[in-house]
Nanobody
Framework: QVQLVESGGGLVQPGGSLRLSCVAS????????TGWHRQGPGKERELVAS???????NYADSVKGRFTISRDNLLNTVYLQMNSLKPEDTAVYYC?????????WGQGTQVTVSS
């Protein structure tokens, strides 16, 4: 089993920054993919960014150049640095980890971008 706990969400003005953190515990394999998804109001959940082995990254087109995903394998923590935030980035952000043939999810953290 794997447990994921997110932190770092909140309210920020357009153009601002936030950093999300997700601490994983349990049967973690450090080369397995992990990352962040989000679900905005009235929208389906979508992949924001993923990272594998701390080297290979993938981003949604809507966040490229603004968001950066990173991973600290010693701390079993994945981060999402979000810069130049826009109102359309408003969503619940979910940490995600794939292992043992299944997906694991955190409880979600709310990010609201508004003036």
């Amino acid at each position: 089993q794997v447990q994921l706990v997110e932190s770092g969400g909140g309210l920020v003005q357009p153009g601002g920054s936030l950093r999300l953190s997700c601490v994983a515990s349990g049967s973690i394999i450090r080369i397995n993919p992990t990352g962040w998804h989000r679900q905005g109001p009235g929208k389906e959940r979508e992949l924001v960014a993923s990272i594998t082995s701390g080297v290979f990254t993938n981003y949604a087109d809507s966040v490229k150049g603004r968001f950066t995903i990173s991973r600290d394998n010693l701390l079993n923590t994945v981060y999402l640095q979000m810069n130049s935030l826009k109102p359309e980035d408003t969503a619940v952000y979910y940490c995600w980890y794939r292992g043992g043939g299944r997906d694991y999810w955190g409880q979600g953290t709310q990010v609201t971008v508004s003036s």
